[in-house]
């Protein structure tokens, strides 16, 4: 595996995250366009936060081998990500119309 398929590998799982976490709750779902867009960016955004800890897709084939146990941690990564993306847009949607509505 190269870097860059890990990273799609791990922006896909985030898609995959979003996806099934907001068909088991509703009240965070944005459609199925609206979940894949904050899957994919909530993984990125947890990837490159968190992944200078030393699970990043380079640090997974450091050396040309592969790291499972930095791989598996990536995809935990990922899809925390993919969730917490969710929630935290839901949670600023909901503030912005309450502005919305108190004008």
């Known amino acids: 595996m190269t870097g860059t398929l890990i990273s799609l590998i791990s922006i896909f799982i985030g898609i995959i995250a979003a996806n099934v ?3 088991f709750k509703k009240e965070y779902s944005f459609g199925f366009t609206g979940n894949t867009l904050v899957g994919v ?3 990125i955004f947890f990837i490159k936060s968190f992944g200078r800890l ?4 380079w640090s997974i084939m450091a050396g040309g081998t592969f790291h499972s146990n ?3 941690i990536n995809c935990l990564v990922s899809v925390f ?3 917490i ?3 935290a847009i839901k949670y600023i949607s909901k503030r912005l119309n309450k502005e919305k509505h108190n004008l």
């Open 81 to 83: 990500g993919g969730i």
């Open 85 to 87: 993306g969710l929630i």
């Open 21 to 23: 976490f907001a068909y």
């Open 70 to 72: 930095l791989f598996i």
């Open 41 to 43: 960016f909530g993984s």
């Open 54 to 57: 030393g699970f990043d897709p």
